[in-house]
């Protein structure tokens, strides 16, 4: 008998925790939310002219990095890329990119979020280069 008590104390016990991590859970899946700034509309930039990449990016969870992006939409290949380590649930990216003579054509600006529990979200804006 007393078992058969234990065992049911043991199961409300569980079933108890079983929903506050499941709260936990969907807190931990939650993607951070990334707004690209600037450029907000497609614009032409020359060599030497600086790309002005302005986003801010938040989560829920705290952010572990926010990274930086410039890759061409034919072909995929990236011109540039930036990594800033993040120990907060907030960031403000505000950056200068001259344009390199391997950046030509359309260009897709990325700010990717990634979250201490490795959500990731993306911001992305087409621009054109020569």
Do not use: H, W
């Amino acid at each position: 008998m007393q078992k058969i008590l234990a065992a049911g104390l043991l199961l409300t016990a569980l079933a108890g925790c079983s929903k506050k991590d499941n709260l936990v859970d969907n807190k931990q899946q939650e993607a951070p939310l990334v707004k690209l700034i600037k450029p907000t509309q497609p614009e032409f930039y020359r060599k030497g002219e600086n790309i002005c990449v302005t986003a801010n990016a938040s989560s829920q969870n705290q952010l572990s990095r926010v990274s930086l992006y410039i890759v061409q939409t034919t072909g995929g290949r990236t011109c540039f890329r930036m990594d800033y380590p993040v120990n907060s649930a907030t960031f403000l990216l505000d950056t200068e990119v001259p344009v390199q003579s391997d950046m030509t054509g359309n260009l897709a600006i990325q700010v990717e979020a990634r979250d201490v529990f490795g959500n990731t979200s993306v911001a992305r804006q087409v621009i054109s280069a020569e």
